[in-house]
């Protein structure tokens, strides 16, 4: 316990440290301390999560906290490693892409120095116990990131979107600090672990406080219908921030929702069902999205929306087998959603980095006007493509093997006793398969129009040089892991038991442990797998003697030109003009004037329908009723502090009368 | 182990005869001779000769992705089940493993087809990809109504149908033939959706992304592609014939039974014209129908109604 608390205070330490550094050296200080914390961190994690065993501490803080205490257990040791690895990683390769910046005159100090918070807040979010303190920390990651958000502040969409995910944030806050107050006046207690009993007695109160948290933490994760913030965010944030956010901050929204369903000891069918169906429709909202999209960072934010709907299908999976009381069921999709969170935070953060190196080269983030990038940079392109077939969940990569342990566990499910649940899981199955293969659409579409083809504009006609190793190293062993955790599944798969069992509240049953070997043959079949493909490769490699290089053919016309080739929005629109109502398509045009018309343009963009019909509207509606209150802004001093004395004899009066 | 062999064997064997079959089928309807049923072999043989050429804008994706799109289709080939109904590997959840191996070759021969840069292969690509995404979710909700039934997650659940369902079984062993009929006409690119005796057609789907593919490379494709349609035949056969028999005449039953459906691909190439693109749909769809009325039969046999 001891190593996990040096290793937060190295990060709070560093943070601190980090501004008072020459700003060359700011990042690369900052990765070392990230580095040597992660090694810090992950020694007990791992300890836990290997042996099952809990450490536990408390410290003593004045009043209203009383006593605070830290327990790893294994769920939270699981985050613990998660957090601690990827996001030093995401650090390491900051080190990069935060150069081009420390010409120009910005100001670094903050962004370090909220960086080393973010890690820090985080680590301590999936470990402590008492609600107040959490609710502290909880206060400082979102801040902090919003500050990491805004880095960029003087451009206005950047404040813009950054004050958008403040706004989200608190109002999540919100439901979490409500859901707190329920819990702490049945049971009197500031601890996590006192709720449980409360939860068990009254099954009124358990759903009603279940929803609260799921809304709460839901909208820290990005699920339907309180995602907005994500793909706004996202994309304005400096790629490695948008990485550790998106692969590892929106985990801790999940976290608080496994925290929940942790302390559940019986969930009712409600709550599995709301919890099968948002997970579902997130992730189909999410990739329909990120088919339309052609900023790759605001594709990528919608692709992490629909991952996380992945995530929390298994869990609902997970949660009607608990129900439904069927141990296969329930250990199938507990493990598939805790891998898939592993999973998603290794090839989301891979492809984030991977975009921001093409952002970082060629200065824009817009597909249309790249291509041809696999040939300037190679490495970048391998790993990205990589991380594109992982986040598909094409086998023998990781994404696979924790969507099959959730399509395993539905299916397991399907021949059920209730119909209800057996309609809704054949739908999940369907959606599922749905949502994978549009996947493919999504990627092959990114990566073809980003990395392959020619130069679609001036902007990808740069010189061939791949990024800096600093860049490409943390990009190489995320696409490492995506590929060794595809072919030998089983070794994590035994690291994941333990987080299950806390998730089951209790031991899984020895008749269930068959199931597991369902790792153990995918490992043998993707290693034939890779024997074919290398096989058939080397048959190629050696059969294939005379080879001749030739033009594209172009059905007999020779002048064929990068303006011929199909664009990210071609590719994308039989798809998007099949399913038309789902979107919203805004045109920005300027016609062409004048005989000889210079500045003319028509872009088109997919606008969120939930965004255009519900949250507009909604803000619109509040600004209008908020918008007669503007009088008593008036800007004298002397009448707010009127109001002030009114506001405190308002108060007096009232703990007079019901005090 | 006999029948894994002989399976292997017909794996290797069978596709380019059925591909030999569809055209000979054809060429009778339209009253020639045509040419030997062998003719896909030699093609093949002649293929891995030549010369191989590649776009001056290519990268390793494009000289890579044959070698990923072949591999994936035999890969994805052990856990379906051949003669005598049985596969040679036979794990449960074999159909998630299937479809996601073959996702991982159309992948590749998504991104080589864009590799090249030239629009015509874009377009086939684009239409590929979306047709896909509409095939997939009815092939789940098919062989989900179909475990629900006899309750063996595995491939080899078809061949229970028989047995466990009475006059359901039969009515879902019509409708499931149908389907999977249907998707092996998308998925191996024939008439109506698209058509693989041209190239040069605005209207190409898979044909178009290979156009600029030669030698070595193309004679992976057309195997793979021949391959992943008697993939689909064998999974309607596993459906059809009765297991119990002795095993010279299962495999027999088996091999009529796969001639018998290319012949049927070869009538209905004679018999229809290609869809127009906006029709595809329409006939993709047609497949989700069906394996939504094969659910609400298996639903209604399990539960006794709605």
Same mark, same amino acid.
């Given at each position: 316990?001891?190593?996990?608390?040096?290793?937060?205070?190295?990060?709070?330490?560093?943070?601190?440290?980090?501004?008072?550094?020459?700003?060359?050296?700011?990042?690369?200080?900052?990765?070392?301390?990230?580095?040597?914390?992660?090694?810090?961190?992950?020694?007990?994690?791992?300890?836990?999560?290997?042996?099952?065993?809990?450490?536990?501490?408390?410290?003593?803080?004045?009043?209203?906290?009383?006593?605070?205490?830290? +327990?790893?257990?294994?769920?939270?040791?699981?985050?613990?490693?998660?957090?601690?690895?990827?996001?030093?990683?995401?650090?390491?390769?900051?080190?990069?892409?935060?150069?081009?910046?420390?010409?120009?005159?910005?100001?670094?100090?903050?962004?370090?120095?909220?960086?080393?918070?973010?890690?820090?807040?985080?680590?301590?979010?999936?470990?402590?116990?008492?609600?107040?303190?959490?609710?502290?920390?909880?206060?400082?990651?979102?801040?902090?990131?919003?500050?990491?958000?805004?880095?960029?502040?003087?451009?206005?969409?950047?404040?813009?979107?950054?004050?958008? /995910?403040?706004?989200?944030?608190?109002?999540?806050?919100?439901?979490?600090?409500?859901?707190?107050?329920?819990?702490?006046?049945?049971?009197?207690?500031?601890?996590?672990?006192?709720?449980?009993?409360?939860?068990?007695?009254?099954?009124?109160?358990?759903?009603?406080?279940?929803?609260?948290?799921?809304?709460?933490?839901?909208?820290?994760?990005?699920?339907?219908?309180?995602?907005?913030?994500?793909?706004?965010?996202?994309?304005?944030?400096?790629?490695?921030?948008?990485?550790?956010?998106?692969?590892?901050?929106?985990?801790?929204?999940?976290?608080?929702?496994?925290?929940?369903?942790?302390?559940?000891?019986?969930?009712?069918?409600?709550?599995?069902?709301?919890?099968?169906?948002?997970? +579902?429709?997130?992730?189909?909202?999410?990739?329909? /999205?990120?088919?339309?999209?052609?900023?790759?960072?605001?594709?990528?934010?919608?692709?992490?929306?629909?991952?996380?709907?992945?995530?929390?299908?298994?869990?609902?999976?997970?949660?009607?087998?608990?129900?439904?009381?069927?141990?296969?069921?329930?250990?199938?999709?507990?493990?598939?959603?805790?891998?898939?969170?592993?999973?998603?935070?290794?090839?989301?953060?891979?492809?984030?980095?991977?975009?921001?190196?093409?952002?970082?080269?060629?200065?824009?983030?817009?597909?249309?006007?790249?291509?041809?990038?696999?040939?300037?940079?190679?490495?970048?392109?391998?790993?990205?493509?990589?991380?594109?077939?992982?986040?598909?969940?094409?086998?023998?990569?990781?994404?696979?093997?924790?969507?099959?342990?959730?399509?395993?566990?539905? +299916?397991?499910?399907?021949?059920?006793?209730? +119909?209800?649940?057996?309609?809704?899981?054949?739908?999940?199955?369907?959606?599922?398969?749905?949502?994978?293969?549009?996947?493919?659409?999504?990627?092959?579409?990114?990566?073809?129009?980003?990395?392959?083809?020619?130069?679609?504009?001036?902007?990808?006609?740069?010189?061939?040089?791949?990024?800096?190793?600093?860049?490409?190293?943390?990009?190489?062993?995320?696409?490492?892991?995506?590929?060794?955790?595809?072919?030998?599944?089983?070794?994590?798969?035994?690291?994941?038991?333990?987080?299950?069992?806390?998730?089951?509240?209790?031991?899984?049953?020895?008749?269930?442990?068959?199931?597991?070997?369902?790792?153990?043959?995918?490992?043998?079949?993707?290693?034939?797998?890779?024997?074919?493909?290398?096989?058939?490769?080397?048959?190629?490699?050696?059969?294939?003697?005379?080879?001749?290089?030739?033009?594209?053919?172009?059905?007999?016309?020779?002048?064929?030109?990068?303006?011929?080739?199909?664009?990210?929005?071609?590719?994308?629109?039989?798809?998007?003009?099949?399913?038309?109502?789902?979107?919203?398509?805004?045109?920005?045009?300027?016609?062409?004037?004048?005989?000889?018309?210079?500045?003319?343009?028509?872009?088109?963009?997919?606008?969120?329908?939930?965004?255009?019909?519900?949250?507009?509207?909604?803000?619109?509606?509040?600004?209008?009723?908020?918008?007669?209150?503007?009088?008593?802004?008036?800007?004298?001093?002397?009448?707010?502090?009127?109001?002030?004395?009114? @506001?405190?004899?308002?108060?007096?009066?009232?703990?007079?009368?019901?005090? | 182990?006999?029948?894994?062999?002989?399976?292997?064997?017909?794996?290797?064997?069978?596709? @380019?005869?059925?591909?030999?079959?569809?055209?000979?089928?054809?060429?009778?309807?339209?009253?020639?001779?045509?040419?030997?049923?062998?003719?896909?072999?030699?093609?093949?043989?002649?293929?891995?000769?030549?010369?191989?050429?590649?776009?001056?804008?290519?990268?390793?994706? /494009?000289?890579?992705?044959?070698?990923?799109?072949?591999?994936?289709?035999?890969?994805?080939?052990?856990?379906?089940?051949?003669?005598?109904?049985?596969?040679?590997?036979?794990?449960?959840?074999?159909?998630?493993? @299937?479809?996601?191996?073959?996702?991982?070759?159309?992948?590749?021969?998504?991104?080589?087809?864009?590799?090249?840069?030239?629009?015509?292969?874009?377009?086939?690509?684009?239409?590929?990809?979306?047709?896909?995404?509409?095939?997939?979710?009815?092939?789940?909700?098919?062989?989900?109504?179909?475990?629900?039934?006899?309750?063996?997650?595995?491939?080899?659940?078809?061949?229970?149908?028989?047995?466990?369902?009475?006059?359901?079984?039969?009515?879902?062993?019509?409708?499931?033939?149908?389907?999977?009929?249907?998707?092996?006409?998308?998925?191996?690119?024939?008439?109506?959706?698209?058509?693989?005796?041209?190239?040069?057609?605005?209207?190409?789907?898979?044909?178009?992304?290979?156009?600029?593919?030669?030698?070595?490379?193309?004679?992976?494709?057309?195997?793979?592609?021949?391959?992943?349609?008697?993939?689909?035949?064998?999974?309607?056969?596993?459906?059809?014939?009765?297991?119990?028999?002795?095993?010279?005449?299962?495999?027999?039953?088996?091999?009529?039974?796969?001639?018998?459906?290319?012949?049927?691909?070869?009538?209905?190439?004679?018999?229809?014209?290609?869809?127009?693109?906006?029709?595809?749909?329409?006939?993709?769809?047609?497949?989700?129908?069906?394996?939504?009325?094969?659910?609400?039969?298996?639903?209604?046999?399990?539960?006794?109604?709605?």
């Amino acid at each position: 316990m001891k190593l996990y608390f040096i290793s937060v205070f190295l990060l709070i330490s560093g943070a601190i440290i980090s501004i008072f550094l020459d700003k060359n050296i700011k990042m690369k200080f900052c990765a070392a301390v990230s580095f040597l914390s992660a090694i810090f961190a992950f020694i007990p994690a791992f300890g836990v999560i290997k042996s099952g065993e809990t450490l536990q501490s408390t410290i003593y803080l004045p009043e209203i906290f009383h006593e605070v205490s830290f +327990i790893i257990d294994p769920l939270s040791a699981f985050f613990v490693l998660m957090i601690s690895i990827i996001s030093s990683l995401g650090v390491t390769y900051g080190i990069g892409y935060i150069k081009p910046y420390l010409k120009e005159n910005t100001n670094l100090s903050a962004h370090t120095f909220f960086l080393m918070m973010l890690i820090a807040s985080m680590l301590t979010v999936v470990v402590v116990q008492n609600i107040l303190f959490f609710l502290v920390v909880w206060e400082i990651m979102s801040l902090s990131s919003f500050f990491l958000v805004i880095f960029e502040g003087d451009k206005k969409e950047v404040l813009k979107a950054g004050i958008k /995910y403040l706004v989200y944030m608190h109002i999540s806050v919100l439901f979490i600090m409500a859901a707190f107050a329920v819990l702490n006046l049945k049971s009197g207690s500031l601890n996590f672990s006192d709720f449980a009993s409360v939860l068990y007695n009254d099954k009124e109160l358990m759903n009603i406080v279940f929803i609260l948290f799921f809304i709460g933490f839901g909208t820290k994760a990005g699920l339907i219908p309180f995602h907005n913030w994500l793909p706004d965010a996202h994309p304005v944030a400096p790629t490695h921030v948008s990485g550790i956010m998106s692969g590892v901050m929106i985990k801790t929204g999940i976290y608080g929702i496994l925290r929940i369903v942790s302390l559940i000891v019986e969930p009712s069918l409600f709550i599995s069902y709301t919890v099968l169906t948002t997970g +579902i429709l997130t992730a189909l909202w999410g990739i329909l /999205y990120a088919v339309g999209q052609y900023d790759i960072k605001k594709m990528l934010a919608y692709s992490s929306m629909e991952n996380i709907g992945i995530i929390i299908t298994g869990l609902g999976t997970g949660l009607l087998g608990q129900v439904l009381k069927n141990p296969f069921v329930m250990i199938l999709g507990y493990s598939g959603c805790i891998l898939h969170i592993l999973n998603h935070s290794i090839f989301k953060t891979l492809l984030f980095c991977g975009a921001g190196a093409v952002y970082t080269k060629t200065h824009t983030k817009n597909m249309e006007l790249l291509g041809g990038l696999m040939k300037k940079m190679p490495y970048t392109g391998l790993f990205f493509t990589t991380g594109a077939v992982s986040i598909c969940a094409l086998p023998p990569f990781n994404g696979f093997i924790s969507e099959f342990l959730i399509y395993a566990g539905i +299916i397991k499910g399907i021949p059920s006793t209730n +119909i209800t649940s057996f309609m809704l899981l054949v739908a999940v199955l369907a959606a599922l398969a749905l949502v994978g293969t549009t996947a493919i659409l999504c990627f092959t579409k990114t990566v073809g129009i980003t990395f392959l083809g020619q130069e679609r504009s001036e902007n990808a006609k740069i010189e061939k040089k791949d990024v800096s190793k600093i860049m490409l190293i943390p990009m190489g062993i995320l696409a490492l892991f995506t590929l060794l955790i595809g072919i030998f599944p089983a070794q994590l798969f035994k690291l994941v038991i333990q987080p299950v069992s806390i998730l089951m509240q209790s031991e899984i049953p020895d008749y269930v442990r068959p199931v597991f070997d369902v790792t153990e043959y995918l490992s043998f079949l993707f290693l034939i797998f890779v024997l074919i493909i290398g096989f058939v490769f080397a048959l190629k490699h050696f059969a294939v003697k005379n080879t001749r290089v030739h033009k594209v053919w172009g059905c007999g016309y020779n002048g064929l030109n990068e303006k011929m080739q199909y664009s990210a929005s071609s590719y994308s629109d039989l798809f998007v003009s099949t399913l038309k109502p789902l979107f919203k398509r805004v045109s920005h045009i300027k016609k062409p004037k004048t005989l000889f018309p210079k500045d003319a343009y028509y872009e088109t963009e997919i606008e969120d329908i939930e965004e255009a019909y519900i949250v507009k509207p909604l803000v619109k509606l509040d600004e209008k009723f908020l918008s007669r209150f503007e009088k008593i802004q008036n800007g004298n001093m002397q009448q707010y502090i009127l109001f002030g004395l009114v @506001f405190l004899i308002l108060a007096i009066l009232g703990v007079i009368c019901w005090g | 182990m006999i029948i894994n062999l002989i399976n292997t064997v017909l794996l290797l064997i069978m596709p @380019f005869l059925f591909v030999g079959t569809i055209k000979k089928t054809k060429a009778f309807f339209a009253g020639r001779k045509g040419a030997s049923i062998f003719q896909p072999f030699y093609d093949f043989l002649r293929l891995l000769k030549k010369e191989t050429v590649y776009p001056d804008v290519t990268t390793w994706v /494009y000289k890579f992705a044959p070698v990923i799109i072949f591999s994936s289709v035999i890969f994805a080939s052990l856990f379906v089940p051949m003669s005598c109904g049985m596969s040679i590997v036979n794990v449960p959840f074999a159909f998630v493993i @299937f479809s996601y191996v073959l996702g991982f070759g159309k992948f590749f021969s998504l991104i080589s087809a864009l590799d090249t840069g030239s629009s015509f292969e874009g377009m086939g690509a684009s239409r590929e990809a979306c047709f896909s995404t509409m095939v997939e979710p009815a092939f789940f909700i098919l062989f989900a109504s179909v475990i629900a039934l006899v309750q063996i997650n595995s491939f080899e659940s078809l061949k229970h149908l028989v047995f466990n369902s009475g006059v359901y079984g039969y009515l879902i062993i019509i409708l499931a033939s149908i389907a999977l009929f249907i998707m092996l006409l998308i998925e191996g690119c024939r008439v109506p959706v698209d058509d693989p005796a041209t190239h040069l057609e605005l209207t190409m789907i898979h044909e178009v992304m290979i156009l600029d593919n030669s030698g070595f490379d193309l004679a992976l494709i057309t195997w793979a592609s021949a391959i992943k349609m008697f993939l689909f035949a064998s999974l309607i056969t596993s459906l059809i014939l009765p297991s119990g028999l002795p095993l010279w005449l299962n495999i027999l039953l088996f091999i009529l039974c796969i001639f018998s459906i290319a012949i049927t691909v070869g009538i209905v190439e004679s018999s229809m014209a290609r869809f127009r693109m906006t029709h595809v749909f329409e006939f993709v769809f047609v497949m989700s129908i069906l394996s939504l009325l094969i659910l609400t039969l298996s639903t209604y046999r399990i539960y006794g109604g709605v």
